[in-house]
């Protein structure tokens, strides 16, 4: 909690306000008070950058000895918000490439918790570790979080500890995860013309060609999402 408060390792902090908020849930954040764009250099250069630089050197260690790694970070997220109860034990939170989180999300439903398909937090919104890491290479990739009071003892740490290795353990023995592969979006654009506007509104609706069955990614668009 002190490092996302600090400096957020899942979003730039040279791009977003959000990576060094000045309140997170009502409660202000002294440190973050005031600062500078020297205190914000500091930050970058003292937990930013070497973060960054760890998970980049690591990974092409990895690649370069052997096949495609596959990235998933593990973080935590706090049972209230905002006055809002969050429902979900996890939470798996993914872009584009389904390899990873879709067989995690089934295995931990089916031991019964409630599991939060990109909640309580959105990777299409924030993903920058996964994104910058992995998504931009085609590496396979997902963001698990876990409910804090769920990790907030050393009974609980062990027992989630031991959910995952069992439960990644599993789906990591597929080898088509260790395949650098692209998602491909496709736009569909449909124009608001109803009663003649003065302006039009583009709807943007995302498909990834992606054959479920096979899990290969399929070489031309069905026609009919530009129908």
Known sequence: EISACLVGSEMCIRDSPQSVPLVSDGTEIPANQNLHEDDLDRRICALFDPYHEAIDNSMAHLWSRGPAPVLFSVHSFTPHFENYQRPWDVGILWKHDPRLPEPLMEKLEGRGFCVGNNEPYSALEMAYTIDSHAGVSGLTNCVIEIRQDLVSDQAGVERWAEILTED????????????????????????????????TVGIEEEYLLVNHETDELSEYPPLEIFT
Do not use: G, H, Q
């Open 168 to 199: 990644l353990s599993d789906i990591l023995k597929d080898t088509n995860l260790y395949e650098a592969r692209e998602y491909w979006v496709y736009i569909k654009v449909v124009e608001c013309n109803a009663v003649k506007p003065s302006f």
